[in-house]
Structures are given as C-alpha cells and as structure tokens.
C-alpha cells in the first residue's frame, strides 16, 4: 500500500545517528553560522558546546575522508576555545564537551525566552504517545 521503498523510522532507526551528524555538518558550513553560533551562546554551557560541535564535525569528517571539511571544523573549533575567555574556568563549560547530547535543549531554550521550564512546554501525552 506504501510503495517499493517505503520505510518507518523503526526501519531506519540505525542510521538516526549518520543522519544527525550529517544534519549537524550541513548546518555548520552554512555561510555564517560560526558568528551566530558564538553571538548565541551566552553562557558557558552553551560555549563549551559549540567547541564540542565543531569538534564532533571535524572528527566525523576526518573518518569519511573530508579533510578539508575536517580541517575547517577543526580551526573554527581552536578559534571557539580560543574566544571562550572566562567560560573556560567554569565547570558548566567542560561538561558541554563531555555531555553527549544536551536532552531537551531546544526546549531548555523555547523555555528561557517563555520563562517556563521544559517540561513545561512539552505536549500532554496520551495512551498513544
């Protein structure tokens, strides 16, 4: 009924992470995003994982043989460290680069505009989802 090739994302589940990354890539050689990137973190946190971003791209991009892509990663990451200034003496910086993902970040975000916490935000759920 779907058609040759249809798939759920039950079906593709295992390439989530090599979509995400790819994703990640595309938006970080989008023409500027280095400068909103750095005008947008306004804490610590939110430094550290710009570096860790640039960092993960540039380590991605190495494995898959893009070196100048890496290397363009890499250098707007050493600038990222370069231009943390006093957020690399805060605790909150460093756990941006080891945190995995940040969950809930995008509502961590619609919240502190909204003033309300994440959990807030998200939609009631029902016995379906």
């Not at 231009?83 to 509502?107: I, N």
Request: glycine share 8%; with cysteine.
């Amino acid at each position: 009924m779907n058609g040759e090739g249809w798939r759920t994302s039950v079906d593709t589940y295992s390439l989530s992470p090599e979509s995400n990354r790819g994703s990640r890539d595309r938006a970080l050689a989008a023409p500027g995003t280095f400068g909103r990137l750095l005008r947008s973190a306004h804490s610590a946190y939110w430094r550290g994982r710009v570096l860790q971003a640039y960092l993960a791209a540039a380590h991605w991009d190495w494995k898959r043989g893009q070196y100048a892509a890496s290397a363009s990663r890499a250098v707007c990451g050493l600038l990222s460290l370069a231009l943390a200034g006093p957020s690399l003496l805060s605790r909150a910086y460093w756990q941006a680069l080891a945190d995995e993902h940040a969950p809930l970040s995008a509502l961590r975000v619609i919240g502190a505009y909204e003033n309300r916490p994440p959990a807030a935000i998200l939609p009631e759920r029902n016995e379906h989802g």
